[in-house]
């Protein structure tokens, strides 16, 4: 059973930092990308970004280029996001992805999302 656990969220002021931990069951094997994604109240779940589980292939949305960070510990399974330079429009739940098996063949996997309030 593929698990994902998320950490991290809470509320931060405008211009603060968080950062968001995802760690995926050990059980769990042919990892070949992991990401982020994240919904804000009435709206569609959105991509923020994504990095390969071999090489160093990172893709990002636009509205967190230069902003947002993410890094793997493959040890570990786990995926992180670091986000600086918060805004409001920054506020969504932010939602963990992984892809198994040659480019997700194997399934596509959420975990349960961690909040994040971005308020002064």
């Known amino acids: 059973q593929v698990q994902l656990v998320e950490s991290g969220g809470g509320l931060v002021q405008p211009g603060g930092s968080l950062n968001l931990s995802c760690a995926a069951s050990?059980?769990?094997?042919?990892?070949?990308?992991m990401g982020w994604y994240r919904q804000a109240p009435g709206k569609e779940r959105d991509f923020v970004a994504l990095?390969?589980?071999?090489?160093?292939?990172?893709t990002y949305a636009d509205s967190v280029k230069g902003r947002f960070t993410i890094s793997r510990d493959n040890a570990k399974k786990t995926v992180y996001l670091q986000m600086n330079s918060l805004n409001p429009e920054d506020t969504a739940v932010y939602y963990c992805?992984?892809?198994?098996?040659?480019?997700?063949?194997?399934?596509?996997?959420w975990g349960q999302g961690t909040q994040v309030t971005v308020s002064s």
């Open positions: 992805n992984v892809w198994l098996g040659n480019r997700g063949a194997a399934g596509s996997y």
């Open positions: 990095i390969r589980w071999s090489g160093d292939t990172t």
């Open positions: 050990r059980s769990i094997f042919g990892v070949y990308q």
